[in-house]
Structure formats: structure tokens, C-alpha cells
């Protein structure tokens, strides 16, 4: 997601243990290579196990991992809070805040750090950045000179284009999650079903091609396969995997993750629409009372709340409708949110 308009803004990221999933993975770094990690850009970004971190490199149409080495567990939870962060952030980078942008914010489950893809400039020829803000706010650069990497390259990536307003090689990768072992990634790619998600074994070895998603949209009343995922999570319903994919205008779609092979064409169930004029930005999934939670952030329509139980429970939306499904409420009290990722692995 882009956050360009922070400069009223608190960039506020709650770390409290009841919005976090905690899932366990055993991961090992040792396929990785030490040197510079290449970026031409720096998107969507998703924390796996040991402090690794994924860099959705969209212009590059590649994934790159980079052991950040922070590995020192936080005594405690709580929350960061920068005021004006587009201004320090470009004053750290040298540069004016209206040539910033801010593409996406993880926390590092096992530090408790918040890290940042940034663009220093507009267009082409912007210079990816990846900072880190600490606790007590503190904003640093996160060198990529010399670290432990590995990078693996989406063979269907969508074609550049110079119109930078249509371009989809920007849409290449607009979400990811590290879910049991592998990378999940949801954006564009150069098939005639251009809507793509992927999952992607790590550590790395090779990609294959994504598997071409077909949604029914209730809103738009016609069955859709080039618009991209969102934001998504993953989560079981009666013991199946499913990617809980949220999509501009507001379709909720459950999509089976056995079904994400290679070139595979897979047809989501559509169980909620949640209002049109609207872009889902983030999603998370949290534990209260016994029961489990979607919270998701949106550009036009507050924090939604949905109930994660009886999901299997829903017909699929075969038919024009406007609001209906699953049922949400919004959350008052949490206006203004932008970005709301806190994750544990």
C-alpha cells in the first residue's frame, strides 16, 4: 500500500499479543549468499522465522529475503509512535517529504521493531530504501551492501509500461505473507487471467508461474480475473487453509491454498461484499474471548470487524448485490488507521 500523506498523521503500530497468530517455523539462512542485495524497487514486505524479511521487489519482478540478524527478543509488547514520519524520513534521506513514499510497514515478530519500504523519489527512477524504527522511535537505514540474501524471480511478471499511472509491472507483487513455510504472493501477471497468487517454498529455490484467480464480484455483478489481490491472511476453516483475500470495492474471497499450484486456474468463493468507492489496505487476525477476529484497515470505510467463525457457512455470491455476507462492524475508536501489520511466526 502506499501511505504518502503522513505528515498529520501518528504511525502508530500496535504490537498488543491479542492481535497477534503466533505460528512456529524452524528456518535456516544457510542457502543464503553474503553480498549486496539488488533492488529496483521496494513494495510489499512480510517478516518470516529467525528476522527474515521479504521485499517484494515489483519493477524487478523478484522476491528478495535479507537476514536482518535482529534476533533480540523485546522484554515486552507496546507500541511505536513517531509523529510527522514522512518529514524525518526525508530528512534522513536528504530529501523534500513530497518525494517520499511510504510502500509498506511490518513489525519484526521476534524484536518487536518496525521496518519500512520507502521510494526516495517519484517515477522510475526512485531509490528503494528499508529503514527500521526501534521502540523508542528511533529511525535507521537498513543497509543493503552487505548481508545475507537470497532472491528468486517471478517468471510471469506483467510487461513495464511508461505510463507510471497504468503501469502493471508496479502491480506485480501487492501482498505477501509467510504462511507454513512458504511465501504467499498475491498481484499481476503477464496472463490473459492476469489476477496471480503464488505460493513460493523458501528458502529459495525456483518460482513457477502464479495461479490465475477468478473472483465473482458482487458490486460489479460479473465474474473479474485481472484485478489483484489486495490484502490477505491466511486462515483454517475446519482444518483447511484458505487465503481470506480482501479486493478494491470491497469483495471478501475465500481461496483454498491446496489449490495455488503452478498455472493452475482456481475460481475463489466470494462471502462477502463490504461496500464499493473503497480499498481494503491491511488485514490481521486476532484472538479475544475464545473466538477469532478480521480486522481490516481501508482507505474510505474505518477498521472493519468480521467474526473469523461459522465461515464455511456462507453461499457463495453468484448475483449483483451491494453489502452483504459475512457481517462487520466498524471500529470507532480507530479512525485514521493507514497500516496495521503485527505478525508472529
Request: with cysteine; aromatic share 6%.
Amino acid at each position: 500500500m502506499n501511505v504518502t500523506k503522513l505528515s498529520t498523521k501518528i504511525l502508530t503500530l500496535a504490537l498488543a499479543s491479542t492481535l497477534i497468530v503466533a505460528v512456529a517455523f524452524c528456518a535456516s539462512s544457510a542457502s543464503m549468499t553474503m553480498g549486496k542485495a539488488e533492488l529496483k524497487s521496494a513494495g510489499q514486505l512480510a517478516f518470516g522465522p529467525d528476522g527474515i524479511l521479504f521485499v517484494g521487489d515489483s519493477m524487478g519482478g523478484s522476491i528478495v529475503a535479507v537476514d536482518t540478524g535482529d534476533r533480540t527478543a523485546a522484554r515486552s509488547g507496546g507500541k511505536i509512535e513517531v509523529k510527522g514520519i514522512n518529514q524525518k524520513i526525508a530528512a534522513m534521506l536528504g530529501t523534500a517529504p513530497d518525494q517520499i513514499l511510504v510502500n509498506d510497514v511490518v513489525v519484526n515478530p521476534i524484536s518487536k521493531k518496525a521496518y519500512i519500504s520507502v521510494s526516495r523519489g517519484r517515477g522510475p527512477d526512485a531509490m528503494p530504501v528499508i529503514l527500521r524504527v526501534d521502540a523508542s522511535g528511533k529511525i535507521s537505514e537498513v543497509s543493503l551492501d552487505n548481508v545475507k540474501h537470497s532472491t528468486v524471480s517471478l517468471p510471469d511478471a506483467p510487461a513495464a509500461k511508461a505510463d507510471s499511472k497504468n503501469n502493471p509491472r508496479l502491480e506485480t507483487i501487492t501482498h505477501m505473507a509467510f504462511v507454513n513455510g512458504n511465501v504467499i504472493v498475491a498481484g499481476l501477471s503477464n496472463e490473459e487471467f492476469s489476477s496471480s497468487l503464488r505460493s513460493i517454498p523458501f528458502p529459495f529455490q525456483q518460482a513457477g508461474k502464479g495461479a490465475s484467480i477468478e473472483i465473482y464480484h458482487g458490486s460489479h455483478g460479473r465474474f473479474e480475473t485481472n484485478a489483484p489481490v489486495r490484502t490477505f491472511v491466511a486462515y483454517s476453516v475446519k482444518n483447511e487453509p484458505y487465503i481470506m483475500a480482501a479486493y478494491t470495492c470491497t469483495p471478501l474471497v475465500k481461496i483454498p491454498v491446496s489449490e495455488l499450484k503452478a498455472g493452475a486456474k482456481v475460481k475463489g468463493s466470494t462471502i462477502a461484499e463490504l461496500g464499493n468507492h473503497n480499498r481494503p489496505l491491511d488485514m490481521i487476525v486476532y484472538s479475544k474471548g475464545g473466538r477469532d477476529y478480521f480486522l481490516m484497515a481501508n482507505s474510505s470505510r474505518g477498521v472493519m470487524k468480521l467474526a473469523a467463525d461459522g465461515l464455511d457457512g456462507y453461499k457463495p455470491i453468484l448475483a449483483q448485490t451491494e453489502v452483504t455476507g459475512v457481517p462487520y462492524e466498524t471500529i470507532a475508536g480507530l479512525k485514521g488507521v493507514q497500516v496495521a501489520q503485527a505478525r508472529t511466526y
